[in-house]
């Protein structure tokens, strides 16, 4: 196969045709990785709350894994369940940056939850997470994301201030507006097309 060098302009229109190609199947998959891993965290935050606030027991904790074992099979039967079509290079970037992001959080919980060592957990993968979408916005360049990671990462902090039991609330709050408002944005914006 012959490789074509590409003067500045085409090269230029390759890298905005794989943005577009990349944004069009977020919008045709309808947002579902964010709603899916959005309301995994939310409905087992609420969970781990009651039961932790219940009874006062932190081995209740290690139900925040539940987010992985539902959420990585739930993704992967979607994807398969998507059709195939050329996989570009800001699809790959994207996989990969959530990847890094995902081990980094497994990581972190893991110490925090089997070590007890007192990270600020929450704060942490609000952190991470909301980084990722705005990284996933910039990259994609859809404003709503990047504006709904950026108040993730803002809303991050009240995870320091609120302690106790009730900041899980807040965790799960934060993540209806950094996964689950953007997911539905590009399931609206899917829809319409």
């Not at 891993?37 to 009651?50: A, E, K, N, Q, R």
């Not at 209740?60 to 398969?80: D, E, H, K």
């Not at 195939?84 to 990847?99: C, F, H």
């Not at 959080?105 to 110490?111: D, K, L, M, N, R």
Request: glycine share 10%; with cysteine.
């Amino acid at each position: 196969m012959e490789e074509k060098n590409l003067n500045e302009k085409e090269s230029l229109e390759l890298i905005s045709r794989m943005i577009r190609n990349t944004q069009q199947k977020l919008e045709k998959g309808n947002g579902a990785p964010f709603l899916i891993w959005g309301y995994t965290t939310i409905c087992v935050s609420l969970i781990v709350w009651y039961l932790f606030s219940a009874t006062g027991d932190p081995r209740w904790n290690y139900l925040w894994f539940l987010i992985l074992i539902i959420g990585a099979p739930v993704t992967f039967l979607w994807n398969r369940k998507q059709v195939k079509g050329v996989k570009t290079y800001i699809d790959k970037v994207i996989g990969y940056i959530w990847l890094a992001f995902g081990i980094s959080g497994v990581i972190v919980s893991s110490v925090a939850i089997f070590f007890y060592w007192p990270l600020p957990i929450l704060f942490i993968i609000v952190l991470l997470m909301g980084t990722g979408v705005v990284i996933t916005g910039l990259v994609i360049r859809f404003k709503p994301i990047v504006f709904a990671g950026l108040g993730g990462i803002l809303l991050s902090t009240l995870c320091l201030f609120v302690k106790g039991v009730d900041s899980i609330l807040i965790f799960a709050a934060i993540f209806l507006v950094t996964m689950v408002i953007p997911g539905h944005i590009l399931y609206y914006k899917g829809r319409k097309q």
